[in-house]
């Protein structure tokens, strides 16, 4: 008894502490990413304007495959759902950018609901196969309806729809901050997410799903949210992706759309707040570097071909650290949220 | 009156009759032990009853409400826990997240609240000074007692138990059967057991299951006495 | 033409996509039946047998037909190996966690595609076929005098694409014989059934697997060396038969050959009959979605058995 008070009593300090340390951490990491804008000469930060997007996608992707445990290969579907809805809202129904990020938003919602309730009637690699079915089916509805859509070439947006409360996103300081606006509520809520008691249960379904079913918790319908949340915040990610960069088109419907945020996620670290983060930067500079030394030294060809270095990373990461970077790091310091 | 109650229950596995037209009432507040050789279809039973196994035909009753159709998770949050034959905890959260995850979907409170809840069930399953311990670090009779524990933590009205004492050391056991007289002021169990001396001491009541049927029933004393008993189990083990 | 000779040249079109499809898909199935690996990158190895057969005709001089007599038997023998390598250095490698080598194989997808780009090219390359007799056709038709044979004008096809279809056909029976009734067939379908068992019986269950990969991966490349003489070797013509012959697999039940080989026929034929009714992309989309769709509502398949 005095054993169980002591060891209680000694858990309960750094529970404490625990807690704090990761609130100190996620405010950490987003005044840095504040403070980076104004230390970074103009190329880079525009890159992390798009890091910053991106990365908001991982951590859509994140809570479905780290914290839920299940494997999506469509989740291009989620981010064009958002993208495209947006960008015809604007293009074709003449509505303010407000109205058509909530119409890019809601279909995202739609979508994942809608493929949901169909694919999480499987499982395992069958779940992997239908999402990428699902997925490929709407790169194709995209070229189908090429007369709106205008296919792989894509469509422009323009400037005077780029305009948020009187915030000209097209300019580069708005759209920086705006980036990081969207990424800190996103960070800061799948951080409160996975603490949450709903977290918590997405993780136990995670490790052992039979266990949590006997344990009385309803399985199917937090994996629905699960896919719901992931979905609207890879739209979120679409939305975002085509109002600060005034573009889109096919391609952030196709397949490798859907491996990139895979990769983020591994890369960083699954089922970490902070790995989606950590794989978007180093993903996206491992890409961008080597396509700058290739056309230097090599023929443009070698620099169009950037999904060598990601199928080369993916391989690596899959035979060398599965649990990626922050897992790494979590091994050494436990409290890593 | 009976807490759980089955009327005509039977499954069929693909043309293996693994339970059949089974009748079976557990009136409220009592230890029951269901025994029987292995294959006689015990885990099916009580699969059966707490839904993680769909029943072929026949009818369950608990709290005087029909719930052959009901999933599994509705079953538990009506006052059932279940623990599994095959030893299954979450291996890689700690010993303290386990047991949370189970109080954590009864008790709807603050997380000091689930917390008391944690403490209080690890000292009655001997697992208090491995709060923090990751729960696949456990040794295998650990991780059992810390499945007994999270059956707990769901302060249920209705305890399935799947062979809980494989396993343990010989004190654990006194240890569970002191645990069984203590729960059973206010809960309803139903213990799959070999050990014949948990049995004996600690179930007030004894079905004994074999191929699939209804043997026997009665108090310890009886169906120790019981020929037709000793012939089927007891005198092969 | 006539709608009957018409329909007509258009099965002998969905024939031989049947056929290279059925060798596609078959590689694909055996290796998810013995090995319970999802192999995405399928449809590069199929890539690559094309690639490598217009690599092995350009090298060869003297007559084409030499040339594509070395390209049949070397290009799925020179995949069959690549994929061998595959095996032992990467799938083995992480245990054939079903997920894991489902990311592998995508990574492997992008290494073999994106370096084919970097060293073949960009552009399509055609492969010049070893023979391609014009054969003009037969149609009956009852008429004033009576049944009587007439020679419609188009109805015809050539040597070479009755070779594709006689080719496939000879191939997948050996491919049975050998399953059925040799000894290596009986190793394969004992690890198929139960690999700890195998593992037991004394059988090589790492050699069996590399096997079965570099087998499913030369067929895939077969198929293409076949149909190549026909369409073109381009970079990223591993896409479409990827996606059928996953359609072909899901349809006819994961891991059943039989299934497969049905599927792959029905499947074929009806592609050309489907592209009269729909656009290319939407017919893509209708197949997709029905693969979804199956994958969702009969798991094991349109002609498989459920299970308990
Ligand atoms: N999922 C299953 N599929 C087929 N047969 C099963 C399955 N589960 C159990 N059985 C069979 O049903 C019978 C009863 O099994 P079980 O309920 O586990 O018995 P017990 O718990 O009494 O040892 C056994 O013959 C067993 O082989
Ligand atoms: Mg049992």
Excluded at chain 3, 68 to 93: E, H, Q, S, T, Y
Aim: charged fraction near 10%; aromatic fraction near 10%.
């Amino acid at each position: 008894m005095s054993q169980l008070t002591e060891s209680a009593a000694g858990f309960q300090k750094p529970l404490l502490s625990q807690g704090s340390r990761s609130i100190l951490l996620h405010v950490g990491i987003v005044i840095l990413l504040f403070l980076l804008y104004f230390a970074l000469p103009v190329y880079h930060s525009g890159n992390l304007a798009r890091i910053l997007v991106l990365a908001v996608f991982a951590m859509g992707y994140n809570v479905l495959f780290g914290y839920t445990g299940l494997l999506s290969l469509g989740h291009a579907l989620f981010f064009a759902s958002g993208m495209y809805g947006f960008g015809l809202a604007i293009q074709f129904i003449d509505v303010v950018p407000i109205v058509a990020i909530i119409i890019g938003l809601l279909s995202a919602v739609v979508v994942s609901v809608v493929v949901g309730i169909l694919a999480l009637r499987t499982t395992g690699v069958a779940f992997m196969i239908v999402t990428l079915m699902f997925a490929q089916a709407g790169y194709l509805t995209v070229l189908l309806f090429g007369e709106y859509t205008r296919g792989d070439e894509g469509f422009n947006i323009h400037r005077s729809d780029r305009v948020l409360f009187g915030f000209d996103l097209s300019q580069a300081t708005n759209r920086y901050f705006c980036a990081l606006i969207l990424f800190a509520i996103c960070f800061f809520l799948t951080a409160w997410l996975v603490h949450s008691r709903f977290g918590k249960t997405l993780v136990a379904i995670r490790e052992n799903e039979e266990r949590a079913r006997m344990l009385g918790y309803d399985i199917q319908r937090h994996k629905l949210i699960a896919v719901i949340i992931s979905g609207a915040l890879s739209g979120a990610a679409g939305v975002a992706y085509a109002l600060l960069f005034g573009y889109a088109g096919a391609s952030f419907a196709a397949v490798q759309y859907s491996i990139l945020p895979l990769l983020y996620v591994l890369l960083g670290g699954a089922g970490t707040t902070i790995g989606p983060l950590i794989g978007t930067v180093f993903m996206f500079y491992l890409i961008d570097l080597s396509s700058d030394l290739a056309s230097a030294y090599l023929s443009s060809e070698f620099a169009s071909a950037y999904m060598l270095i990601a199928g080369i990373v993916l391989i690596l990461l899959t035979l060398f650290a599965p649990q990626g970077f922050a897992g790494l790091l979590r091994s050494k310091c436990k409290w890593l949220p | 009156m009976s807490l759980i109650s089955t009327r005509g229950l039977s499954k069929n596995y693909a043309g293996l009759q693994a339970v059949s037209n089974v009748d079976f009432n557990l009136p409220e507040g009592q230890v029951r032990a269901l025994i029987g050789p292995n294959g006689a279809g015990k885990t099916t039973f009580v699969g059966m009853l707490s839904g993680r196994i769909k029943s072929s035909s026949g009818s369950v009753i608990f709290s005087e409400k029909d719930i052959t159709k009901l999933p599994a998770h509705k079953r538990m949050t009506m006052g059932m826990a279940y623990t599994f034959q095959i030893t299954s905890v979450f291996s890689k959260l700690s010993v303290h997240e386990n047991v949370a995850l189970a109080a954590r979907r009864v008790i709807r409170d603050k997380p000091s609240v689930v917390n008391a809840k944690v403490t209080s069930v690890l000292e009655k399953v001997y697992l208090a000074d491995r709060y923090d311990q990751i729960a696949g670090d456990l040794s295998y009779g650990h991780q059992r007692l810390l499945e007994i524990g999270m059956g707990l933590a769901q302060s249920p009205k209705l305890f399935i138990l799947d062979e809980p004492t494989q396993g343990l050391s010989a004190t654990e056991v006194e240890g569970f059967i002191e645990l069984i007289r203590v729960l059973s002021e206010n809960t309803t169990i139903l213990l799959i057991e070999h050990n014949m001396d948990v049995v004996m001491k600690a179930a007030h009541y004894i079905t004994v299951l074999n191929f699939g049927e209804i043997l026997a029933e009665g108090t310890p004393d009886e169906i120790r006495a019981n020929q037709s008993v000793q012939t089927a189990y007891l005198g092969s083990h | 033409m006539d709608f009957g000779p018409y329909l007509f040249v258009a099965s002998l079109e969905g024939a031989i996509t049947a056929a290279v499809l059925a060798l596609t898909a078959v590689g694909l199935s055996i290796v998810f039946g013995i090995m319970r690996v999802v192999n995405v990158a399928h449809g590069e190895f199929y890539m690559l047998g094309a690639v490598l057969a217009w690599w092995i005709t350009s090298m060869i001089a003297g007559h084409p037909a030499l040339g594509f007599w070395v390209a049949i038997v070397a290009a799925p023998l020179l995949v069959g190996a690549l994929a061998v390598l595959c095996d032992r250095f990467i799938l083995n490698k992480v245990n054939y966690d079903p997920e894991r080598t489902i990311v592998a194989t995508i990574g492997l997808l992008y290494v073999i595609q994106q370096t084919t780009l970097m060293t073949f090219g960009p552009e399509a390359r055609p492969v010049q076929a070893p023979f391609n007799e014009r054969i003009a056709l037969p149609w009956f038709e009852y008429g004033e005098s009576g049944f009587q044979m007439i020679w419609p004008w188009g109805l015809s096809t050539t040597t070479y694409k009755l070779f594709v279809i006689v080719a496939a056909i000879i191939v997948l029976l050996v491919l049975w014989w050998v399953m059925t009734r040799t000894r290596i067939g009986l190793i394969m379908r004992a690890t198929q059934l139960d690999q700890e068992m195998a593992q037991a019986h004394g059988i090589a269950v790492n050699k069996v697997y590399a096997l079965v990969f570099g087998l499913g991966a030369a067929l895939a490349a077969l198929g293409a060396v076949l149909v190549v003489p026909i369409q073109q070797a381009y970079y990223l013509m591993g896409s479409d038969p990827l996606l059928l012959s996953f359609i072909v697999v899901i349809i006819g039940g994961l891991g059943s050959v039989l299934g497969t080989v049905v599927a792959a026929v029905l499947i074929g034929m009806s592609d050309g009959i489907i592209s009269v009714f729909f656009t290319p992309t939407l017919a893509k989309i209708l197949a997709t979605l029905l693969v979804a769709f199956v994958l969702v509502f009969k798991p094991n398949g349109l002609f498989g058995k459920s299970r308990e």
